[in-house]
């Protein structure tokens, strides 16, 4: 069955850096677009970024555009979130997944709490 474990979280001062980890399992990674999503407190969850297959082509909400950078290893079934200059307002539980669309989601993991004091 389909698993995606996140990994990397913690706490970070305001200004430094984080590198998230999804390990995925169940399924032929390097055949689908994948994506970084969050839910902060009393947020619902929202996109952060997508990766195409290849890792080609990726796409960044404007919160993050600049400060995040998205990448794949598809030989190690893994995605990465590097993020830095982290604000207050990254502060979240990061989830990894398929990218999102009519297909729907497979089953999310526990995800990865980032937070960021000021």
């Known amino acids: 069955q389909v698993q995606l474990v996140e990994s990397g979280g913690g706490l970070v001062q305001a200004g430094g850096s984080l590198r998230l980890s999804c390990l995925t399992s169940g399924f032929t990674f390097s055949g689908y677009d994948m994506g970084w999503y969050r839910q902060g407190p009393r947020k619902t969850r929202e996109f952060v970024a997508t990766?195409?297959?290849?890792?080609?082509?990726?796409n960044y909400a404007d919160s993050v555009k600049g400060r995040f950078t998205i990448s794949r290893d598809n030989v190690r079934n893994t995605m990465y979130l590097q993020m830095n200059s982290l604000k207050p307002e990254d502060t979240a539980v990061y989830y990894c997944?398929?990218?999102?669309?009519?297909?729907?989601?497979?089953?999310w993991g526990q995800g990865t709490q980032v937070t960021v004091s000021s």
């Open positions: 990766i195409t297959t290849t890792g080609g082509s990726a």
């Open positions: 997944n398929r990218r999102l669309s009519n297909n729907g989601a497979f089953p």
